[in-house]
Every structure is written in structure tokens, then in C-alpha cells.
């Protein structure tokens, strides 16, 4: 038998080792928990609709139109991230993230359908008008800032990264992929938006309405599990290659911390809610995502969370 030729070798992605591993298993149990939009019943949420306050039609909006832009903003923020798992050779990663875009998008699918079968909304100019526009929170103590960290991290961040994939070292790629995996993964999938789902099945649940909402919502935070554990886990992965990484991770929260100590405009745009149970809810995700990931937590970080004199002032109107 010829000896293999390693041209012909390096085809072949796929080693026993990989199948085995943490980022393959993910793939499969992606593939095995697969969802469709079109086997939900949007009928009772539209009579629901029909039935609420303005009032509660403005808080609930005020979210849910928020994460009709999201889903979108993170589908089309994706790909340094294939680009990046493609350049470092790590096939498993290129499969598993075939997944997350596909889910992504069907995120996006599930509330545009929402909205257009229990709203009646659907073209931008129709939605636009519900979006609780950022530049109207404030930190009166004028400590914090809040920036946009979807619409300014994440294409930033994806920036570099596709620059590090096209002209950079292995290791540059790698300390870009950290940081844009701090930014998507951990800060804005694992821990910004993470009360907002609980606003929306809690929302949800007081009410005894919408429950083709709540079981999006509860599929939705199925997948989304997957995608935050992979990114803490690729990020592992590449710190004890390089503990240096750890700075990457640091940089990113430091950067949007203004947006993750106080409530934002749309997670207070539903009346009635208990607020202190969604900070204590961030610093326990913020916790996790630094175990996965293998970082020390900024306890000043988490203390400001928990500050209740670190309270925003939000002035409530649509865009
Ligand atoms: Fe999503
Ligand atoms: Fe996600």
C-alpha cells in the first residue's frame, strides 16, 4: 500500500478524536433538537393580542421588537466566526457553527412571524416605530455609559477578526477570535440578553397569555445554550493554548460595562416586574460564562450590577 499522501490527507477533516469531542457532540445534539416555526400556532396569541391593555401592548412590544432586530443583527454578524474556524483548520467548529446560523436565522424567522400573525406588522417602516431608541437611556450619576453593543461590538469586534483571518498569525486570529466570541458569546448571547427572555416568559406567564411566545421563547433559549457554551468552550480551548487571551475577555466588558450594571430601556418597558430578580440573574450568568470560559470574574463588575443606586433613567418612547 502507497504511503498517504499528505495533500491528500489534509482533505479529510474528520479523526475519531474529533467526534468524540465536546464542539462535534454539540453539533449533533443541534441536529437532533432541530425546530420548525411553521409547527407553532401563532391563533391564541392573536386573540391575546386583541384583548391587552395599550399599556401592556407598549411593554411587551418594546421587547419583542427588540429581539425581532437582534436576531437579525447577530444571523448577519456570524461569519468572522466560520471564517475564523475555517482558517484555524477546526472542521468541527465550521460544523457546529453551520448550526448556529441556521438557528439564528430561524430566530429571526420565528419573530417576524410573530409579529406579523398576532401584530399585524411586519415591513420595517411598521416595526421601526415600536424600537425604544438607546440614546434615551441615560446613568444619571453620569458614571456609565450605555453603548450599542449589538450594532458597535459586534461588527467591530467581527472586523478585526476578519482582518486577523485574511492577514494575520494563527495567534492573532485566535486573540480576535476571544474577543469577538467575549463580545457575541458570552456578553451579548450569554448575559445582556439573558433577562430579557426571562422578562418575556415571565411577561407571559403573569398575564396567562401568548403561548406561542413563550414556547419560541423557550426553544429559542434551548438553542441559544448551545450557542453561548460553545463560544465559553472555544474561548477555553484557546486560552489554555494562551493565557494571555484572558485580556481579550477582560477589554470586551469593560468596554460595554455601562450596558450590562443597569436595566436598559426595553427590559423596562413591561409594567409590574420584579427588576432585582434580572440583575441577580446577571451576575449569576456573568459567573458561569467566566468558569467556562477559565477567567477570574471582575468582582467590581459584579458589584455594580448589584448596586441599587446604579439605577438608569429611561425615558420610554418609540423611535
Ligand atoms: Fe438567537
Ligand atoms: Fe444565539
Request: glycine share 6%; with cysteine.
Amino acid at each position: 500500500m502507497a504511503v498517504s499522501d499528505p495533500t491528500v490527507t489534509s482533505r479529510f477533516h474528520f479523526s475519531r478524536e474529533m467526534i468524540a469531542g465536546p464542539i462535534y457532540r454539540k453539533y449533533e445534539k443541534a441536529i437532533r433538537k432541530m425546530w420548525s416555526v411553521e409547527d407553532i400556532d401563532f391563533g391564541q396569541d392573536a386573540l391575546d393580542w386583541e384583548r391587552i391593555t395599550p399599556e401592556q401592548r407598549t411593554g411587551l412590544l418594546g421587547v419583542t421588537v427588540r429581539f425581532l432586530a437582534g436576531e437579525q443583527a447577530v444571523t448577519d454578524e456570524l461569519v468572522p466566526m466560520l471564517a475564523a474556524a475555517h482558517r484555524l483548520r477546526r472542521f468541527d467548529w465550521t460544523m457546529f457553527l453551520a448550526t448556529f446560523l441556521m438557528e439564528e436565522a430561524k430566530h429571526a424567522e420565528f419573530f417576524m412571524r410573530w409579529h406579523e400573525r398576532v401584530v399585524g406588522v411586519l415591513d420595517p417602516e411598521e416595526v421601526a416605530r415600536h424600537f425604544l431608541v438607546r440614546g434615551k437611556t441615560v446613568d444619571p450619576t453620569g458614571r456609565f455609559t450605555v453603548r450599542d453593543v449589538m450594532y458597535e461590538a459586534l461588527p467591530d469586534y467581527g472586523g478585526r477578526l476578519m482582518e486577523a483571518v485574511h492577514s494575520g498569525t494563527d495567534a492573532e486570529v485566535e486573540r480576535a477570535f476571544v474577543q469577538f466570541s467575549a463580545a457575541y458569546n458570552a456578553f451579548v448571547e450569554g448575559v445582556l440578553t439573558m433577562p430579557s427572555y426571562e422578562i418575556v416568559i415571565d411577561t407571559t406567564e403573569r398575564w396567562d397569555a401568548f403561548p406561542a411566545l413563550n414556547r419560541g421563547f423557550r426553544l429559542i433559549l434551548s438553542d441559544e445554550g448551545r450557542h453561548i457554551t460553545f463560544g465559553t468552550m472555544a474561548c477555553r480551548i484557546l486560552l489554555e493554548k494562551d493565557p494571555s487571551y484572558e485580556d481579550a475577555v477582560h477589554e470586551v466588558f469593560d468596554a460595554y460595562r455601562g450596558n450590562i450594571v443597569g436595566l436598559v430601556e426595553y427590559q423596562k418597558a413591561v409594567p409590574d416586574l420584579d427588576l432585582d430578580k434580572y440583575q441577580t440573574m446577571k451576575v449569576r450568568h456573568y459567573r458561569n460564562r467566566c468558569r467556562e470560559m477559565g477567567v477570574a470574574p471582575d468582582e467590581t463588575l459584579i458589584e455594580q450590577i448589584l448596586d441599587p443606586s446604579i439605577d438608569f433613567v429611561v425615558g420610554v418612547e418609540a423611535g
